[in-house]
């Protein structure tokens, strides 16, 4: 799973405010029918053994579909569930504490807006780090927009990829080109559509257009 980057390529991460008709397990059935290379379980507000209970179901998804499951922001649960990987944010608990909790083959994926930040991460154990919000979002309104500059600049910095997130759609997923992101992660783009792996089929093939795959 590590000796490449294409697991990121189509990086999809949940939000429970697209949940409608369908539960999220269903929802990202959907999402793994269309084609994601990896799921991001985010959630924010879901007591403990909620959050684990779901984890878990979410895990075995992937493990059907054979794709990486990486919980966000949370390390016990990531441990608890034998995830794939956790991702962290700057605010989140330091770097290289996070590395030293979790297993030694569990990616670890953190944020960053900077190049300082992401040569910091790098260097204190990151796997891959999320930059963004590369365009307003609804999602994260108080997100710290980055410039395509400022991406490019992160993607010549490090050795580890990079995955775009914020606001990205299949609309402006082309801007992002020739920026030397290994993938982008998308959240309503996926979870807000009416047929979700009908358009998780369109934005991969879009993805794979932009996108490359580098060995780590």
Request: charged fraction near 25%.
């Given at each position: ?21 369908n ?24 007591p403990?053994?909620?959050?684990l209970?779901?984890?878990r ?17 949370n ?12 991702h962290?944010g ?14 030694g ?10 190049v300082?930040?992401?040569?910091r991460?790098?260097a204190?154990?990151a ?6 919000a ?16 400022t991406?490019?600049s ?51 093939t ?11």
């Amino acid at each position: 799973m590590r000796s490449d980057s294409g697991y990121l390529t189509f990086y999809a991460v949940t939000d429970r405010a697209w949940i409608g008709e369908n539960s999220l397990a269903l929802q990202v059935e959907s999402a793994l029918k269309g084609g994601v290379s990896c799921v991001q379980l985010r959630e924010k507000d879901l007591p403990f053994a909620d959050f684990l209970a779901e984890a878990r179901e979410i895990k075995n998804l992937c493990r059907r579909y054979d794709v990486p499951f990486i919980v966000n922001d949370n390390v016990d649960i990531a441990i608890a569930t034998g995830a794939d990987g956790v991702h962290i944010g700057q605010s989140d608990e330091p770097v290289e504490v996070v590395r030293k909790r979790i297993p030694g083959d569990m990616l670890l994926g953190v944020s960053a807006q900077t190049v300082e930040d992401a040569l910091r991460a790098e260097a204190q154990g990151a796997d891959y780090l999320g930059v963004g919000a590369v365009f307003p979002t609804a999602t994260k309104p108080d997100a710290i927009t980055v410039s395509k500059e400022t991406l490019a600049s992160i993607c010549k910095a490090v050795r580890i990829p990079v995955v775009a997130i914020g606001g990205i759609t299949k609309e402006n997923l082309p801007t992002l080109c020739d920026t030397g992101i290994a993938g982008v992660a998308l959240v309503s783009a996926v979870f807000a559509a009416r047929d979700i792996e009908r358009e998780c089929r369109a934005l991969k093939t879009a993805i794979e257009d932009i996108v490359r795959v580098r060995k780590i």
